[in-house]
């Protein structure tokens, strides 16, 4: 069994949200980057799960950046992951993303392409779906619980208000979703063991970006708290029918 | 012309999240002079021609067996013929959870620049630029789409049902579909609740309530208010309430009119996954807690004395 598990680096949770040049473009002076968490806590540890449940599983990590990411997908094979491939181009959208990952996975022919529900600095959820159409793959989004049993495997999907389960014979693309997996913290050994391990760095395919990002902006600020006293919770009820509108 | 992709639910009726984007692509339509259509894949048991009362002029039917389930690949496939057959210029999805599926897929099929998640109709005086939620809704990027077809998903609750008159003409739509892949073998819909996705209200709870035995109280306060159920993560990962109500950044995103917030610290990875809520109500007995620099209500109070009282208070309104 070969897996496929795409990691991206985004910046820390806590990290200050500003733009620069007129709005354009993120300010990414003080950010610290991080692996994308539904890439690092559901896609890889599941991955990993996989691997532990059968010794021959083979996991590679696909990214798609510059130099600096290969600090985070370093971080990803100290967690767990065999090999690291990096493809040394910025991304621009997430089709462009899409195109550079399906190209990787084509090459790889891989059983299995994970990848975390979306990215928490774009919030796109959008690349998963667009590698499983180029590789004409099938795909299933926001998998909570994925188990084989051979080349089948079933996986459960978040739905509104309550789940789908669901039989699909690999290779199969799988976003993933809380419920997956949970959080590992990398060890000595494993961060050591990822210093030795191989990272690729392939050249991009050629394609182009189907939209770009004109401006940034940022939310209002909040008007302030209004505070009601805990002895009077029928004046906040009051406050939400009357002021607020919203019950 | 706009076709909007219409969402069915188990039941065969249109998700709620579809009469949104059924509103939204009608105005945007009318923005650009232009024909709002819909299409339809699954099989409904709502009367089609009355969705035109959102705006659209036609809905587009499939009718196959193989579409009764959802499965991204073969839907991506029929509608991309749709989009082909009907001239559509402009495809407009739900950001529901098949939305996240299927939007990408006839973006990458049809080279269709897509924005997802979407939070206003997009500015066409000048290109064509859609504002989205991003960082967790710490922001917003207005962006351009540059390609001849262009695909927006619209956040759930980010955009105002409108209801008017009008009957739309439903065709049939022939198209070649493929047999799924995708199995589906069984479908667990939490029975009697409302959707967290698609709730108006809802009433969350943090490790302030101590354990899962303590939830009773913030259920009662959602049955009144007819509310959905969330958590924060901890409360998740302890396994007092389902993966499923998790909400915040590494959970799922909501934006509810009204969010109310018990027990929960506020930090910022949770507030991540709320912010986007348009009223956010605070009750925690630590005055000091960063969710009420977040919120537009609050009470410092211990919230086992106060829950009883918010629930009470709501049934005396009625
Ligand atoms: C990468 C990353 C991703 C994360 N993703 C998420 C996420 O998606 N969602 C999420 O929620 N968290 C997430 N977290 C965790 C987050 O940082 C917080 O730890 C978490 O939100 C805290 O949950 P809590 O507020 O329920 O618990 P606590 O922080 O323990 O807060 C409990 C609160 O309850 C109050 N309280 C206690 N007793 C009472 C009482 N009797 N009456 C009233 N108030 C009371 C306390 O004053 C306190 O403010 C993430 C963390 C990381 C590092």
Redesign the interface.
Known sequence: MKILVCISKT?D??AK?A?TDNNTKFDTGSVQWIIN??DE?YALVRAIELKEADASTVIHLVTVGAPDADAIIRKALALGGDEAIRVNTESQ???TI?SQIAEVAKQGSYDLVFLGKET???????????V???L???????A?KFELNGTTA?VT?????????????LPVVVSCN??MA?QRIPNMRGIMAARTKPLKVVEPVATE???????????PA??G??????DN??E??R???EE?K?? | MVLIFIDI??DGNV?K?SLEALTYGAQLAKQLGVEAQGVVLAPATEDLSALGKYGVSKIHQVKNDSLK?F???VY?KVLAQAVEQSGATVVVFS????G??????????L???????AVALPETSN?F?VK????????????????PVKIISLNPNAFKIEEGTGTAEVVELNATVDAP??????????SG??????A??VVSGGRGLKGPENWGILEDLARE?HAGLACSRPV??AHWRP??E?VG???G?IAP??YIAVGISGA??HL?GV?RS??I??INKDAEAPF???????????LF??LP??T???K??K
């Open positions: 910046p949770t806590t949200i733009f968490p539904n806590y959208d997430s089709f899409a928490i600095d774009y919030n796109g959820s959008c690349v998963g779906g667009m499983a159409e180029l004409d793959l099938p795909y299933i989004s926001l909570t079933t999907r978040e739905i509104e208000g309550g789940e789908e389960i669901c039989e699909v014979s809380k419920g949970e970006a189907l939209t770009s990002i004109a401006e940034f902006s940022l939310p909040k008007a708290v209004k505070l009601v006293d805990a919770v029928a906040l009820v406050l939400l029918r607020a919203v019950i | 639910a188990e998700k999240s389930y499965d991204a690949q991506a950001n529901n959870t098949d996240k599926a299927v939007a990408p897929r006839l973006s990458a099929r080279k269709a620049g897509l924005v997802a998640g290109g630029a989205k939620s991003v960082f967790s809704g710490k922001a917003f990027a207005n962006v351009n789409i540059t390609t892949k995708v199995k589906v073998t069984a479908v667990k819909k939490q609740e409302v959707p967290l996705a698609e108006e209200i208010l998740a990962d993966h499923n998790h950044q590494t959970g995103a009119n009204l910022i990875q991540a912010n348009k009223v109500v605070v009420f620099k977040a919120a537009d209500y609050g009470i410092v109070g211990d004395e106060v009282k918010f009470e208070a709501v005396q309104l």
